[in-house]
């Protein structure tokens, strides 16, 4: 059966259960969340404990020369018209003295998600939403643009940025056409809201929009169908969506496999989603983290490549 087969019969049989999807939707795994088991653990909640206990935590990111020459393939994809957004990713070298399992254990974020089967070896702890349901309403979260929360006036900095304005619109409006898809009448109820992430040795602003609509009272039924329409998120992808995963693609020239994808849970009458960003994964006895940012014409290729090293963090 199909990823979209699957998940609507699992929600016309209202039974609770997990799922976790990847960026291009060929693996998943969908189990009840009675039958769960150890390979899979998660924790919703916004704790905010700092950790501390000495770690060591070094990165090893692309080299700038390379960052440079994938940021102007970007460029002239938008220069020609293909993409208008496109969120560049790529993924960094870490080491660190702490296991995946204590990095789960101790990281402060909105889902925290760890994931051991066969070969797939990471952890998440991802501060952004995907989708909730409840009472025949679904909503979106798409987050974009951050910034050092330590600099003077950094609230305004990035309101007034006119690249993170363009890009936070743009991925609004790119989720208010996916939502289009699958609800009616949809809204735009907040838009660029600031959450603060800690760190032990920095703090982080975002800023990230709430977008409502209406679905149908049988929509347990239909859940397959809703993902199926929405995914891969747009805020992990770019507009025009279609064109921009395909130039992406063949830039990044990686397996984001899980990074960038989906992990949620259906309680039998409600549903919430998370976006799998903040991601390490074990490959081959390394580990690495992979992030990324969105570019706009706008973008300057040095303040993205810092926001991509930035975004190499541990969550306490």
């Given at each position: 059966?199909?990823?979209?087969?699957?998940?609507?019969?699992?929600?016309?049989?209202?039974?609770?259960?997990?799922?976790?999807?990847?960026?291009?939707?060929?693996?998943?795994?969908?189990?009840?969340?009675?039958?769960?088991?150890?390979?899979?653990?998660?924790?919703?909640?916004?704790?905010?404990?700092?950790?501390?206990?000495?770690?060591?935590?070094?990165?090893?990111?692309?080299?700038?020369?390379?960052?440079?020459?994938?940021?102007?393939?970007?460029?002239?994809?938008?220069?020609?018209?293909?993409?208008?957004?496109?969120?560049?990713?790529?993924?960094?070298?870490?080491?660190?003295?702490?296991?995946?399992?204590?990095?789960?254990?101790?990281?402060?974020?909105?889902?925290?998600?760890?994931?051991?089967?066969?070969?797939?070896?990471?952890?998440?702890?991802?501060?952004?939403?995907?989708?909730?349901?409840?009472?025949?309403?679904?909503?979106?979260?798409?987050?974009?643009?951050?910034?050092?929360?330590?600099?003077?006036?950094?609230?305004?900095?990035?309101?007034?940025?006119?690249?993170?304005?363009?890009?936070?619109?743009?991925?609004?409006?790119?989720?208010?056409?996916?939502?289009?898809?699958?609800?009616?009448?949809?809204?735009?109820?907040?838009?660029?809201?600031?959450?603060?992430?800690?760190?032990?040795?920095?703090?982080?602003?975002?800023?990230?929009?709430?977008?409502?609509?209406?679905?149908?009272?049988?929509?347990?039924?239909?859940?397959?169908?809703?993902?199926?329409?929405?995914?891969?998120?747009?805020?992990?992808?770019?507009?025009?969506?279609?064109?921009?995963?395909?130039?992406?693609?063949?830039?990044?020239?990686?397996?984001?496999?899980?990074?960038?994808?989906?992990?949620?849970?259906?309680?039998?009458?409600?549903?919430?989603?998370?976006?799998?960003?903040?991601f390490i994964e074990k490959i081959k006895d390394e580990l690495f983290y992979k992030s990324g940012g969105g570019i706009t014409s706008d973008s300057i290729v040095k303040d993205e490549y810092n926001e991509l090293i930035?975004?190499?963090?541990?969550?306490?």
């Amino acid at each position: 059966m199909e990823l979209k087969d699957i998940l609507n019969k699992f929600g016309s049989s209202k039974e609770p259960f997990l799922f976790l999807i990847s960026y291009n939707l060929n693996n998943f795994y969908i189990k009840k969340l009675d039958n769960c088991q150890k390979n899979i653990q998660f924790k919703i909640s916004n704790k905010n404990q700092i950790y501390t206990k000495d770690y060591t935590f070094k990165k090893y990111p692309i080299s700038f020369k390379e960052y440079e020459r994938k940021f102007n393939l970007v460029q002239d994809e938008i220069r020609s018209g293909n993409s208008y957004l496109l969120n560049l990713t790529t993924k960094t070298k870490i080491e660190t003295n702490l296991s995946l399992d204590e990095i789960y254990e101790n990281a402060n974020s909105l889902l925290k998600l760890r994931v051991k089967i066969d070969d797939l070896d990471f952890v998440c702890f991802s501060p952004e939403k995907f989708v909730d349901i409840r009472d025949n309403k679904i909503y979106t979260y798409p987050m974009k643009g951050t910034i050092d929360a330590k600099l003077e006036n950094a609230k305004e900095i990035l309101l007034n940025n006119k690249k993170e304005l363009a890009e936070h619109t743009m991925v609004v409006d790119l989720l208010r056409n996916d939502l289009g898809k699958v609800a009616k009448n949809i809204k735009v109820e907040r838009f660029r809201d600031f959450s603060k992430i800690k760190t032990k040795n920095s703090e982080i602003l975002q800023t990230s929009s709430l977008i409502s609509g209406d679905l149908q009272n049988n929509w347990q039924e239909k859940i397959g169908d809703i993902f199926s329409n929405l995914l891969p998120a747009g805020s992990i992808t770019g507009t025009p969506k279609k064109s921009t995963i395909e130039i992406l693609k063949n830039i990044e020239n990686y397996d984001r496999d899980f990074y960038s994808g989906v992990f949620g849970i259906f309680d039998g009458e409600n549903l919430q989603s998370f976006v799998l960003i903040r991601f390490i994964e074990k490959i081959k006895d390394e580990l690495f983290y992979k992030s990324g940012g969105g570019i706009t014409s706008d973008s300057i290729v040095k303040d993205e490549y810092n926001e991509l090293i930035d975004k190499v963090y541990l969550p306490f």
